[in-house]
């Protein structure tokens, strides 16, 4: 078990009827905060998407119980206002409930939406950020998400549709920025996405790369070109989870010479 130095801050309490939104990072528990970790232990009841990797459900007390709601077998997500019940209910019942989500709670998470409804119900709730998953899939890869050199802006965009059917992001315009983007979310709507990013102006030859299950048991990285992301998805097998990385910065890796030592 992980020793800690003397001069360690302490943890804080997990108060009884309290909610700690935790984010997990993409999947290796080696990626968790120490605070997420320390959450696990303490947590009695443990409401989780589907994206948490089970060897860090792995680490929770083994009293605690687990109230999975994530998207599972095809079936819909439970609704967002379902979750937020559970998670007001389970803490006026008096539970140290911990909301684990995949990578960061405030990055494409919904972690937002729950923090202002436990607000509005009157719960007390703590944040314990988390590794997000494009950052994390870049950095393990070799893709720097910046360098000095080549890009002073990095954009996280989400590529699935809004709920109500509509796509936020304007795709045009961040093709005209021309700064590198990491896309979380990117398969169903890839073609679409594809093209307006190069109509804004994104060159077809732009380097761009998938990295599929970060950190988890089968992770790999696929190197393509922009305009080839979408036959190369269908040839190479590309399944969620999976990061496209989009500009200068994903073919810098092979300057790495195979000196980056593998994950694992
Ligand atoms: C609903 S979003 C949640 C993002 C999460 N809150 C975060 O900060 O990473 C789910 C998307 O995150 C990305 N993702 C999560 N874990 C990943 C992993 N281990 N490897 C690659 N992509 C991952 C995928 O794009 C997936 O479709």
């Known amino acids: 078990m992980l ?44 409401v989780h998407d589907a994206l948490v990797d089970k060897r860090v459900l792995g680490l929770a007390s083994p009293r605690a119980s687990m109230i999975p709601v994530g998207k599972r077998g095809g079936q819909p997500s439970p609704r967002q206002s379902d979750i937020n019940t559970i998670l007001i209910e389970q803490a006026r019942l008096g539970h140290r409930v911990l909301r684990l989500k995949g990578g960061d709670p405030f990055v494409f998470g919904r972690g937002w939406d729950e923090a202002i409804a436990l607000a509005e119900a009157g719960v007390y709730f703590r944040i314990i950020p988390g590794l997000t998953s494009g950052l994390t899939a870049t950095a393990l890869a070799g893709i720097p998400a910046t360098t000095r050199d080549t890009n002073p802006a990095v954009v996280l965009a989400a590529g699935h549709r809004a709920e109500d059917g509509s796509s936020k992001a304007d795709w045009e315009a961040l093709g005209r920025l021309g700064q590198p983007i990491l896309l979380y979310m990117p398969l169903l709507q890839l073609p679409d996405v594809m093209s307006a990013l190069q109509r804004g102006g994104l060159a077809a030859e732009t380097p761009a790369a998938f990295i599929q299950s970060a950190s988890k048991p089968g992770a790999r990285v696929v190197e393509t070109t922009l305009a080839r992301l979408v036959d190369d998805a269908a040839l190479h097998g590309v399944t969620s989870p999976t990061i496209v990385v989009i500009g200068v910065i994903a073919s810098l890796r092979n300057r790495l010479g195979g000196f980056l030592v593998d994950w694992q």
């Open 3 to 46: 020793s800690l130095p003397d001069t360690f801050p302490e943890f804080p309490a997990f108060p009884a009827g309290e909610v700690w939104l935790a984010g997990a990072g993409p999947g290796d528990p080696r990626l968790l905060t120490l605070l997420a970790l320390h959450a696990l232990s303490q947590a009695e009841v443990i």
